[in-house]
């Protein structure tokens, strides 16, 4: 499968931004979806999950209650909706996909296995 993410840009803190991941290759249904961001000067991290139904859900504690990922089955497409955006969620945000996963969602990085390039999000306070 390939990844394409899409929908980075500058945003006032405070602001949303909604982050597109569209697939090729394969359909998205086979794949635990997520989504990573790495900070300048910092290991990349996980935000986000969607397991193979987009049944289930999980995200890092910084982002519950602010971001939500969704998959839209048709468009073979994953988002990560972002509302009130802080100065410390600027990164480079990736979408990965893992396809055999130990657990239904996971959000272990080395378990996904197809990386889409980065979309950079900077929010100024």
Same mark, same amino acid.
């Given at each position: +499968?390939?990844?394409?993410? /899409? @929908? ?7 602001? $949303?931004?909604?982050?597109? *991941? ?28 969607? /397991?193979?139904?987009?049944? /289930? =859900? ?19 497409? +994953?988002?990560?909706?972002?509302? $009130? ?9 990736? *979408?990965?996909?893992?396809? $055999?996963?130990?657990?239904?969602? #996971? =959000?272990?990085?080395?378990?996904? $296995?197809?990386?889409?390039? @980065?979309?950079?999000? #900077? +929010?100024?306070?």
């Amino acid at each position: +499968v390939q990844l394409q993410a /899409s @929908g980075g840009g500058l945003v006032e803190a405070g602001g $949303s931004l909604r982050l597109s *991941c569209a697939a090729s290759g394969r359909t998205i249904g086979s794949y635990v979806m997520g989504w990573f961001r790495q900070a300048p000067g910092k290991e990349r991290g996980f935000v986000a999950a969607i /397991s193979k139904s987009g049944r /289930s =859900t999980k995200y890092a504690d910084s982002v519950e209650g602010r971001f939500t990922i969704s998959r839209d089955s048709a468009k073979n497409t +994953v988002y990560l909706q972002m509302n $009130s955006l802080k100065p410390e969620d600027t990164a480079q945000y990736y *979408c990965a996909a893992a396809a $055999s996963p130990i657990m239904p969602i #996971t =959000t272990t990085e080395y378990e996904y $296995s197809f990386w889409g390039r @980065g979309t950079q999000v #900077t +929010v100024s306070s």
